[in-house]
Antibody
Framework: DVQLLESGGGLVQPGGSLRLSCAAS????????MNWVRQAPGKGLEWVSS????????YYADSVKGRFTISRDNSKNTVFLQMNRLRAEDTAVYYC??????????????WGQGNLVIVSS | EIVLTQSPGTLSLSPGERATLSCRAS???????LAWYQQKPGQAPRLLIY???SRATGIPDRFSGSGSGTDFTLTISRLEPEDFAVYYC??????????FGQGTKLEIK
């Protein structure tokens, strides 16, 4: 079975940093793009970042560009989200999600359980 | 930037009824890049429909998607108690790569 297990969330002060991890199993990780999607408390879904299977091609939402960095380690089946210069508005549950196909854009078919990040002093 | 507008914001129906949820894009999008998700409280989203009309693995056939251009629809033919949730449409584009609609809450009447 496909599993995505997230870790690394928690409470951080404004301006601080946090690194989220998402460990994947049950599929050939190196063949698929991976994504981070977040959901602020009581709000809708917001796409944050994506990384292609090549580990070199990355995309970011304008709201996090220059502050967040997505990366992956295909040897460890893990995708990361390094979050720097965190703001209160970054407070959200962060989900990692797998692309359904090798190419982006055809749906995200598996999601992690979500990891809460709270940015507050 | 393409904006997705979902309507209605809240839909109140009874089990057994038919639900029709709308997703309208601010400009024409490629149908292959339109997906629908279901999210229940405290859970991660679940992929229902991809390519505007194809059901994801394990999704019951009471769920169907249709549409093209700027207007897309998710239809649930006969509501089951477990279908009451929030539904999001999503599109893939150039910038930003992904956009979600604001969601439609389907609640029990």
């Amino acid at each position: 079975d496909v599993q995505l297990l997230e870790s690394g969330g928690g409470l951080v002060q404004p301006g601080g940093s946090l690194r989220l991890s998402c460990a994947a199993s049950g599929f050939t990780f190196s063949n698929y793009g991976m994504n981070w999607v977040r959901q602020a408390p009581g709000k809708g879904l917001e796409w944050v970042s994506s990384i292609l299977d090549d580990a070199a091609t990355t995309y970011y939402a304008d709201s996090v560009k220059g502050r967040f960095t997505i990366s992956r380690d295909n040897s460890k089946n893990t995708v990361f989200l390094q979050m720097n210069r965190l703001r209160a508005e970054d407070t959200a549950v962060y989900y990692c999600a797998k692309d359904r196909r090798v190419l982006m854009g055809f749906g995200m078919d598996y999601w992690g359980q979500g990891n809460l990040v709270i940015v507050s002093s | 930037e393409i904006v997705l507008t979902q309507s209605p914001g809240t839909l109140s129906l009874s089990p057994g009824e038919r639900a029709t949820l709308s997703c309208r894009a601010s400009q024409s999008i490629i149908s292959s890049y339109l997906a629908w998700y279901q999210q229940k409280p405290g859970q991660a989203p679940r992929l229902l429909i991809y390519g505007a009309s194809s059901r994801a693995t394990g999704i019951p056939d009471r769920f169907s998607g249709s549409g093209s251009g700027t207007d897309f629809t998710l239809t649930i033919s006969r509501l089951e108690p477990e279908d009451f949730a929030v539904y999001y449409c999503q599109q893939y584009g150039s910038s930003p790569r992904y956009t979600f609609g604001q969601g439609t809450k389907l609640e029990i009447k």
